[in-house]
Nanobody
């Protein structure tokens, strides 16, 4: 069982920045593809960004050029740097860890609120 603990959310004004962190409790963190998803009220959960074990990244079109995903394998942590935030980025953000052992199996964090408002 892998536990994922998110931190760094909160309230920010439009145009501001936040950095989300997700710490994972696994000794084989470097083998996991890690991702950030978000879910706004009334919407389905959607992929924001993911980063593979080799460091390849992928972003939703809506966040390209504004968000950056990165990982620190020594700290078992994945980050999401969010710049130039917009009100439409308001959502609960979830950390995801795709198992390198069981295809199709993933772990989820508890979610963290990000609110972009003036």
């Amino acid at each position: 069982q892998v536990q994922l603990v998110e931190s760094g959310g909160g309230l920010v004004q439009p145009g501001g920045s936040l950095r989300l962190s997700c710490a994972a409790s696994t000794s084989i963190f470097s083998f996991y593809t890690m991702g950030w998803y978000r879910q706004a009220p009334g919407n389905q959960r959607e992929l924001v960004a993911h980063i593979t074990s080799s460091g390849s990244t992928n972003y939703a079109d809506s966040v390209k050029g504004r968000f950056t995903i990165s990982r620190d394998n020594a700290k078992n942590t994945v980050y999401l740097q969010m710049n130039n935030l917009k009100p439409e980025d308001t959502a609960v953000y979830y950390c995801n860890a795709a198992s390198p052992i069981v295809t199709g199996y993933a772990y989820w964090g508890q979610g963290i609120q990000v609110t972009v408002s003036s």
